[in-house]
């Protein structure tokens, strides 16, 4: 190992990443150019898979009591039948991103990572062993030598320019603002409750958050971009929203406000040698349905636990290229997803025809679970075409194993692999276990009408690497344990 990875930003996707990280032992710094954490973070949501990627590291818990649960999924702010969701699967909720970026950061330094706050990437050189970075920080500038370097540091991501990778942008262009009003929800009128699609075609949006403080959010589309130098104030809020819902917005106190916007983007690549881009670095599009939070973790949780493979002297050859090959197309995915919910509210006169439409072809239950999987991210999966659940995340049900009653997440909580054994049968754990200790283990559970397979093994993300019979299947089981787990222990 050539020193620690080096994480360029703290906020969900760098903190979540270290946190992977240390769950292996891996030395870890983040790097943050702000001196002390913002509150003035746009997230107001986790959908449900980025909800239940938290509870698979125990981290959703001590959550819950900051949060509501989100009272129904839409897709382009048209309403789903999501009931088949429930006691499969972790409600989405009404949260705010910096109740997360704490648990977080908490959770992270607890591991062991190391954050440097008011430490800044300048510059950064790569070798064949590992990476020279150059650091500004409160005593100067230094180098801090890596093993490798994440580009966690948003949509203006340093990494991704020093790593040459092009951030190329396309879609409508969208402006909006974000803001806190020092007032609770229920005291707003309420034509300025909840979330809506204007006549015009903008959105508006307002949540609780926190101590009788309301989270306001406006869209505006195919508008010029204002001049990043120029604050938002105020008045500049309140235009817009009586611009977006045709009614004055009252005289409230507004605690902050902020602008945020621009057409998609896509980075070129998600690696370039041992530097890699997660979360908005990665990419970048409208936050609508919690999606661009979501892919943030997804990130992480897919790129962490590779890195320490290979770290740690495990992990086969070529597996660091999974990283980019799962994820750049997940990237493509949600963004052209949130793309086409928007073309489904701007311009408003001329796409009201083709909402009515999509909401009558909502009736057809195959298209309302097409559209009900990928609003909430439950379509991920790295096999293409292959049948449930091989790709796939499992869902959040009971289970009944040796020692009582557990569950999928619970299971997942070490950060290891897993197989997850299914059959009712007894017997010696599989070599294919046994000769990988450390990386993968095997956990005997009655079986669930909810998984539909003798037993399945689990990546430490989740996903379903293999679904099969331990016993028919021996060298199946065996050829995908080496995969993504490297050849046994000699």
């Known amino acids: 190992m ?114 440097r706050r008011g430490h800044e990437v300048v510059d950064a050189h790569q070798d064949v062993s590992g990476v020279d970075v150059r650091v500004r920080g409160p005593e100067g500038e230094y180098t801090l030598r890596g093993s490798y370097l994440v580009g966690a540091d948003g949509e203006s991501s340093r990494v991704r320019e020093l790593a040459g990778i092009g951030f190329p942008g396309a879609g409508s262009s969208n402006c909006g603002l974000v803001a806190d009003v020092g007032v609770p929800l229920e005291e707003l009128p309420e034509v300025h409750r909840g979330s809506k699609v204007s006549p015009g075609g903008g959105i508006y949006s307002a949540v609780p958050t926190d101590n009788g403080v309301t989270r306001v959010v406006t869209a505006e589309f195919d508008t010029e971009l204002p001049d990043r130098h120029v604050l938002p104030d105020a008045a500049e809020l309140r235009a817009a929203i009586e611009r977006i819902n045709g009614v004055a917005f009252p005289h409230v106190p507004v605690r902050w406000v902020e602008r945020y916007g621009g057409p998609t983007r896509i980075a070129d690549r998600y690696r370039a040698g041992r530097v890699f881009l997660v979360g908005d670095a990665a990419h970048t599009f409208y936050p609508l349905a919690g999606l661009r939070l979501n892919l943030c973790f997804q990130d992480a949780a897919n790129l962490g636990w590779k890195l320490a493979a290979r770290l740690l002297g495990w992990g086969p050859e070529g597996l660091l290229d999974t990283y980019e090959a799962e994820r750049r197309p997940q990237g493509e995915r949600a963004a052209a997803a949130t793309d086409v919910q928007l073309a489904l509210i701007h311009p408003a006169r001329r796409v009201a ?62 950060g290891t692999g897993l197989l997850l054994d299914l059959s009712g049968a007894d017997g010696a754990e599989p070599a294919t276990v046994s000769g990988r200790a450390g990386r993968l283990r095997r956990v005997a559970v009655k079986p669930s009408p909810e998984i539909v397979a003798e037993a399945v093994l689990l990546r430490p993300d989740g996903h379903v690497a293999w679904a099969g019979s331990p016993t028919s299947d021996a060298a199946g089981l065996e050829e995908a344990a080496v995969a993504w787990f490297g050849p046994a222990h000699t």
């Open 2 to 115: 050539s020193g620690p990875v080096i994480i360029a930003g703290s906020g969900p996707a760098g903190l979540m990443l270290a946190h992977e990280l240390r769950l292996w032992g891996i030395e870890t710094v983040v790097l943050d150019r702000l001196t002390a954490p913002s509150e003035r973070t746009p997230g107001q949501a986790l959908n449900l898979s980025a909800a239940e990627l938290l509870q698979q590291r125990g981290l959703l818990d001590e959550l819950l009591e900051h949060s509501k649960p989100v009272q129904g999924t839409h897709f382009s702010l048209i309403w789903l039948e999501d009931s088949a969701l429930r006691g499969r699967h972790q409600p989405a909720l009404l949260l705010g991103q910096h109740h997360v970026e704490r648990r977080l950061e908490r959770a992270a330094l607890e591991r062991g990572a190391e954050l």
């Open 353 to 414: 025809p083709v909402r009515d439409l999509v909401t009558r072809l909502l009736r057809f239950p195959d298209v309302n679970r097409h559209l009900l999987e990928l609003s909430t991210g439950l379509d991920v999966s790295y096999v293409p075409d292959a049948a449930m659940p091989l790709g796939r995340r499992l869902p959040h049900v009971p289970l009944e194993g040796a020692e009582g009653a557990t569950s999928v997440p619970e299971l997942l909580s070490p």
